[in-house]
């Protein structure tokens, strides 16, 4: 599909909702994309991206950063506590805040760095066990811990079972974060993004539209 075409469904999507232009950023999702595949679409002016692996992204986006101006890198996937301190400094925003450890962990780092990624709270909508976030019944408390550590949580975060229909998981979200006073939605991806963005979405996270499909072997 590529990178314009995806631009173009989220513009249509936008208006469809009745959003205005921009209200929805794009994270482009380049984990384990060949770096051919990643300069081209920097070349193509693109500037925001989600890595899930701390030690994948230190390893490539530092060069980028120098070459392309402007840049900005999101953590979108889980965050080991003993990685905290690196992603602190690699990352822009993280979107996998989900236990109170790793919120107290933030804590300390934000505080001797007087700085702190924007943070956004992984929800587990579907409840499923094997997957990470918070249980909806925990977040209010959650949410009020963290702001007591003068973390800066701007939004939530979710992925829907892949066997049920997004679009309750996206309503979900969008009220609980409505609930919290949290502008931040970041959700939908290359198989419901539209439907995202009709729930309310300011995020969402995209890799194989645009880059095409990742290959895993050797990982």
């Given amino acids: 599909m590529g990178l314009s075409e995806v631009s173009a469904r989220i ?7 009745g959003r205005a232009p921009g209200s929805v950023r794009l994270i482009a999702v380049s984990k384990v994309q060949p770096p051919g595949r990643v300069e081209a679409v920097l070349e193509e002016g693109h500037r925001l991206f989600g890595e899930n692996y701390v030690q994948e992204a230190a390893g490539k986006w530092p060069a980028w950063r120098a070459a392309f101006p402007g840049v900005q890198v999101h953590m979108i996937g889980p965050l080991q506590s003993n990685k905290a ?16 450890s790793l919120a107290e962990r933030l804590a300390r780092l934000a505080q001797a760095r007087g700085a702190s990624p ?4 992984q929800v587990n909508t579907g409840q499923e066990p094997q997957k990470a976030g918070l249980l909806p019944g925990d977040l209010d408390d959650f949410v009020a811990r963290a702001r007591a550590l003068d973390l800066p949580v701007v939004g939530l975060m979710c992925i829907p079972p892949e066997a049920q229909d997004a679009a309750p998981h996206f ?15 970041s959700m939908g991806m290359s198989g419901d993004y ?22 895993y072997a050797g990982r």
Avoid: C, K
Wanted: aromatic share 4%; charged share 20%; proline share 2%.
């Fill in 11 to 17: 513009a249509r999507a936008e208006a469809a909702a």
């Fill in 85 to 100: 301190r690196q992603a602190v400094e690699l990352f822009e925003a993280i979107h996998t805040l989900d236990r109170p």
């Fill in 118 to 121: 924007d943070l956004f709270v």
């Fill in 171 to 185: 309503a979900m979200l969008a009220g609980m974060a409505a609930r919290n006073g949290l502008a931040g939605l």
């Fill in 194 to 215: 539209e439907a995202a963005i009709a729930a309310g979405a300011t995020h969402v996270r995209v890799g194989s539209a645009i880059f095409g499909a990742r290959d």
